[in-house]
């Protein structure tokens, strides 16, 4: 079994900045992808950004040139800088991890987890 933490939510202005954090803990083997959700009221859980183990990002058309996701694999944890937000921007971030943990037995399964949500809020 394993765990998501998100942290780093919080109000901001238009324009300002966030940083969140998501860290992942239990029973680990690795990590083949972590990446950011969000989802605003009445509205479906969007992708915002997904990052590899090796490295390789991916993030929706709407935060390019704005958000960045990386990763401390040391420490199991993701970031996603936010920077120039907008109202737009204002949701509930979900941290999700494809993960290998170990298995009940000698094996591993590989999974998926989703943190509790974090909220972010844009406003003047």
């Known amino acids: 079994q394993v765990q998501l933490v998100e942290s780093g939510g919080g109000l901001v202005q238009p324009g300002g900045s966030l940083r969140l954090s998501c860290a992942a803990s239990?029973?680990?083997?690795?990590?083949?992808?972590m990446g950011w959700y969000r989802q605003a009221p009445g509205k479906q859980r969007e992708l915002v950004a997904h990052?590899?183990?090796?490295?390789?990002?991916n993030y929706a058309d709407s935060v390019k040139g704005r958000f960045t996701i990386s990763r401390d694999n040391a420490k199991d944890t993701v970031y996603l800088q936010m920077n120039s937000l907008k109202p737009e921007d204002t949701a509930v971030y979900y941290c999700?991890?494809?993960?290998?943990?170990?298995?009940?037995?000698?094996?591993?399964?590989?999974?998926?987890?989703w943190g509790q949500g974090t909220q972010v809020t844009v406003s003047s």
């Open positions: 999700n991890g494809d993960i290998v943990d170990y298995g009940p037995i000698a094996t591993t399964r590989r999974r998926d987890y």
């Open positions: 239990g029973s680990i083997f690795s990590i083949y992808a």
């Open positions: 990052i590899t183990s090796g490295g390789s990002t």
